[in-house]
């Protein structure tokens, strides 16, 4: 094959790889990230009081719960009429993370013992492991608040990218 041949082959197969990635083809960080999901009434009524926590970030069994004690929330009467209130435990069971196939749903399910049902994402294992070097006084910045606001050092929370590459904690 003549040089200038093998050269246009390679810059091909570069430009194409880069592109998959781009678009999400392999997904980010290889399918490392979970998928972006969304539903209209899961947005609007879980957003109002907290960030939107991704359903891959807790199994079926822990939303299920929370769902079912949504009169006793945190402290807080978070209430849904019953057909929304179906509507979002759908959703959120059939992208929970025991539904998922992305390595950090994965993680987060693995570290959480068969018979527990966590409400709180931030006291699975896995949460704790990957933030024990964050101190409890920087979680209580007030441009934090706590560890359960995510979006605050991960500005992909939402959308389900805790890549470490995007991690900044707000001073
Ligand atoms: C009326 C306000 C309110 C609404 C509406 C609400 N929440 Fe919450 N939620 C709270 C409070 C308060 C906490 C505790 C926050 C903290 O400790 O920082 C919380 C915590 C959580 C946590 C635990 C976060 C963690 O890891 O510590 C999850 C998960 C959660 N909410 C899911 C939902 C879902 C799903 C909905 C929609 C059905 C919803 N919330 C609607 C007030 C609300
Ligand atoms: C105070 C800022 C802060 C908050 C709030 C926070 N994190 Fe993190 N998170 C970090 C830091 C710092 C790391 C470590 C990054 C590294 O290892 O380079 C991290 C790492 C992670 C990782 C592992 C990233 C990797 O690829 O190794 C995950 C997953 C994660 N956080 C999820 C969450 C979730 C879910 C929440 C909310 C329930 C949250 N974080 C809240 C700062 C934060």
Known sequence: MKKWMQFLILICSITS??????????GEDGGKQMPEVT???????CSSCHMLYH????????????????????GEN??????TQAEITRFLALNSAD????RRSKRFNQSIPA????????ETRYFVSKHDEVSATTFKRKSIGSAANCAACHKGA???NFSESQVKIPR
């Open 99 to 102: 539904k998922q196939d992305n």
């Open 17 to 26: 790889t880069s592109a998959l990635l781009a678009s999400g083809g392999l």
């Open 55 to 74: 359903p891959g970030l807790l199994p079926e069994r822990s939303w299920n719960k929370l769902m079912g004690g949504l009169d006793k929330h945190f």
């Open 115 to 122: 018979n527990a049902i966590p409400l709180r994402i931030s």
């Open 39 to 45: 539903n209209a009434k899961w947005k609007a009524e």
């Open 158 to 160: 939402e959308k389900g």
């Open 78 to 83: 978070a209430s849904l009429d019953a057909e």
